[in-house]
């Protein structure tokens, strides 16, 4: 099993310029999940999809991000247009069912310069 | 009520000592709780997780040692080595809510096992 795959796995980009982060959950899972990780503020979910469908996104921190899943394999998470302080660690994590073991995908360091 | 508080925030532990982690919650309707194990440049991965109609489960040298009345859990890693040193993390989880249970992850502990 190649584990949940996220892309890219580092991305520098310019402020105000706009930046997807790609993730494809393991096969068969059915919950979908975002996280940022700083050093400041630790790990936050950002959204989570349950069936291709957003379930709760209230950790979206601004208009500027939107999160899809077009199907069961593949979700993106846009930031348009990015800034400074979105400069972090993006993971994405899939789940089989809604109370089994979450697995986390290597995740994609984001500097926004 | 959705919080999940953690300490220490950094712990160093001499090769073979007793690593001790904690973490308080206050929704009681929270029912399982996992630990996850951070490396550098890799994300959290699962390392052991119960729920709370036991006090205790262990695997291998990690044990989670859990007191329901006091809404507390603890990680225990006994005769810590150098390669435990990573940042770990507990969470809590309300499993029977079909679509809606998500994680609430404590803030992180940094350990650190010297030699």
């Known amino acids: 099993d190649a584990g949940v795959i996220q892309s890219p796995r580092h991305e520098v980009t310019e402020m105000g310029q706009e930046v997807t982060l790609r993730c494809k959950p393991i096969?068969?899972?059915?919950?979908l999940f975002w996280y940022r990780q700083t050093m400041m503020r630790g790990l936050e979910l950002l959204i989570y999809?349950?069936?291709?469908?957003?379930?709760?996104d209230s950790g979206m921190p601004e208009d500027r991000f939107s999160a899809k899943m077009p199907n069961a394999s593949f979700s993106t998470l846009k930031i348009q247009p990015s800034e400074p302080r979105d400069s972090a660690v993006y993971f994405c994590?899939?789940?089989?069912?809604?109370?089994?073991?979450?697995?986390f995908g290597p995740g994609t360091r984001l500097t926004v310069t | 009520q959705q919080q999940v508080k953690q300490s220490p925030q950094s712990l160093i532990v001499q090769k073979g000592g007793i690593s001790i982690i904690n973490c308080a919650y206050e929704n009681t309707a929270f029912d399982y709780f996992p630990w996850y194990q951070q490396f550098p440049g890799k994300g959290p991965a699962l390392l052991i997780a119960?729920?709370?109609?036991?006090s205790e489960k262990k695997e291998g040298r990690f044990t989670i040692s859990f007191n329901k009345s006091a809404k507390q859990f603890s990680l225990h890693i006994m005769d810590s080595q150098p390669g435990d040193s990573a940042t770990y993390f507990c969470a809590a989880m309300r499993g029977n809510t079909g679509t809606a249970s998500k994680l609430t992850f404590g803030t992180g502990t940094r350990l650190q096992v010297t030699l």
């Open positions: 999809f349950n069936n291709n469908v957003p379930i709760d």
């Open positions: 119960i729920r709370p109609d036991v």
């Open positions: 096969s068969g899972h059915n919950s």
């Open positions: 994590a899939s789940r089989l069912t809604s109370v089994g073991e979450q697995y």
